[in-house]
């Protein structure tokens, strides 16, 4: 019956737009890599200043938590070092989430970005 589950999922995946789902062991991994990359990019010297920010990224249930608090990550760093920076670091964590979400949440092309 476990294979029956399996290609469920892979069909879910592949009606999103994902081809194939992320095994579970990926897709862990690659959460704990984001997570752990957002907060070191808001440091220590931060951490009165946005905890709860903090808070909310090392508590997040899943990637897709992860995904939506790319934006407070944003108003944090913007607030810190200027939106270019802060835009530029953003727009790197965003690359790390690529094979890892369903393909509604993926990030399109923004003419900002150029």
């Not at 029956?4 to 704990?32: C, Q, W």
């Not at 944090?76 to 094979?99: C, N, P, S, Y």
């Amino acid at each position: 019956m476990r294979w029956f589950k399996g290609s469920i999922r892979s069909s879910i995946y592949g009606l999103l737009g994902n081809p194939v789902a992320p095994s579970d062991s990926m897709l862990e991994t690659g959460t704990e890599d984001i997570r752990e990359a957002m907060l070191s990019l808001l440091g220590d010297g931060n951490a009165k200043q946005f905890a709860n920010v903090i808070r909310r990224i090392r508590y997040a249930n899943d990637i897709q938590g992860l995904w939506y608090l790319r934006g407070d990550l944003m108003a944090a760093l913007a607030a810190t070092q200027g939106e270019a920076a802060a835009r530029q670091q953003v727009h790197q964590i965003t690359r790390m989430f690529d094979g890892l979400l369903p393909g509604s949440l993926n990030s399109r092309p923004s003419p900002l970005m150029g």
